[in-house]
């Protein structure tokens, strides 16, 4: 495994670290988004992970409302305090007027840490860029944070969202570490060289971390106009049109050109996806999702080895045609 340095911090990262959205459960659980795994699962898939090198685990307050943090500290055992993990706040508000009131902020990091078994969070996001009309709430956010730091209690901060013109308005003014987006073969607006977020990204010594690099499953090639997804009501992705029949039918014959170049198995497929993401000069990582060891073990298989540049306008070719 290779590791990559966090913006201007000297935290060093995996490549292919992990995401552990997963791990909250669905909304019938308390979550949000996807089914989760059994705690047996879950606790082999990281202990797999850490086996392969990977030292990076993201996480999030909401994530199960905090099943997420908790499993994952139960996962981790002896090896907690060894490793490198994020969480995010911003989207629970509790009592709060906002999740970025400062008490809020304050009451959520510790819940936490104490849900982590930690003293420090080494990465904490802003989970979302609503701050409020007119960003009423960015002030006080940025005060929380800062004493959080002060106090020992995180080592860095991290923005993370969703679109271009909150990141060109917020980063300069938050100056993150880190900014978390999603970035993947079909989606590399933000990452791209020369692109407004990444000349922002790359003037200010800040890094890019990339959830969602698998489009969520569907650059794994286990989806197929003849195989569509069977997707439960509180799956995530029920309701997206990428995993209709229809858009499988144009996407599928661009993943076949894929296959022929880089190979069909799962982890050839998973090697092109994720390490052309890592190709991009801004990204410090990726966080691929999981539910159990063979997962983890087809995310990491091919860790080091990463395309040539050939390989990469190979791919920026299928699809852009």
Not at 4 to 28: F, M, N, Q, Y
Not at 130 to 158: M, V
Request: aromatic letters at 10%; glycine letters at 8%; one cysteine or more.
């Amino acid at each position: 495994m290779k590791y990559r340095k966090i913006g201007r911090t000297s935290i060093e990262v995996s490549e292919i670290s992990l995401g552990c959205w997963t791990l909250g459960g669905d909304a019938d659980a308390g979550g949000m988004g996807w089914k989760a795994p059994s705690d047996t699962d879950a606790v082999e898939a990281v202990k797999h992970g850490l086996e392969r090198g990977v030292n990076h685990f993201d996480n999030a307050d909401v994530y199960g409302m905090g099943r997420a943090e908790r499993v994952l500290a139960k996962a981790l055992g002896d090896d907690n305090k060894r490793v490198v993990i994020a969480s995010k706040v911003g989207w629970y508000k509790g009592e709060s007027e906002h999740a970025y009131r400062k008490e809020n902020i304050l009451k959520q990091c510790v819940q936490s840490l104490k849900n982590l078994n930690r003293d420090y969070l080494d990465i904490y996001y802003f989970h979302n860029c609503d701050f409020g009309e007119s960003d009423k709430y960015l002030d006080e956010g940025l005060e929380a944070f800062r004493a959080l730091k002060k106090e020992g209690k995180i080592r860095s901060i991290g923005l993370s969202g969703y679109a271009e013109a909150d990141f060109l308005r917020l980063i300069p003014r938050i100056e993150p570490d880190c900014l978390q987006s999603w970035a993947n073969i079909l989606h590399p607006e933000f990452i791209k060289a020369g692109s407004p977020v990444a000349s922002m990204l790359k003037e200010r010594g800040i890094t890019f971390t990339a959830f969602n690099p698998l489009s969520r499953g569907l650059l794994t090639g286990k989806f197929s106009p003849k195989n569509p997804p069977v997707l439960d009501k509180n799956d995530v992705r029920s309701t997206m049109e990428e995993f209709k029949p229809a858009y499988l039918a144009g996407f599928y014959g661009k993943l076949e050109r894929i296959k022929e170049r880089f190979g069909s198995r799962p982890e050839k497929l998973i090697r092109a996806a994720l390490q052309y993401i890592l190709s991009h000069e801004v990204v410090s990582c990726v966080i691929p999702g999981f539910r159990n060891k063979k997962q983890v073990e087809q995310n990491t298989t091919m860790a080091e080895s990463p395309l040539s540049a050939e390989e990469v306008e190979f791919i920026e070719t299928v699809f852009r045609d």
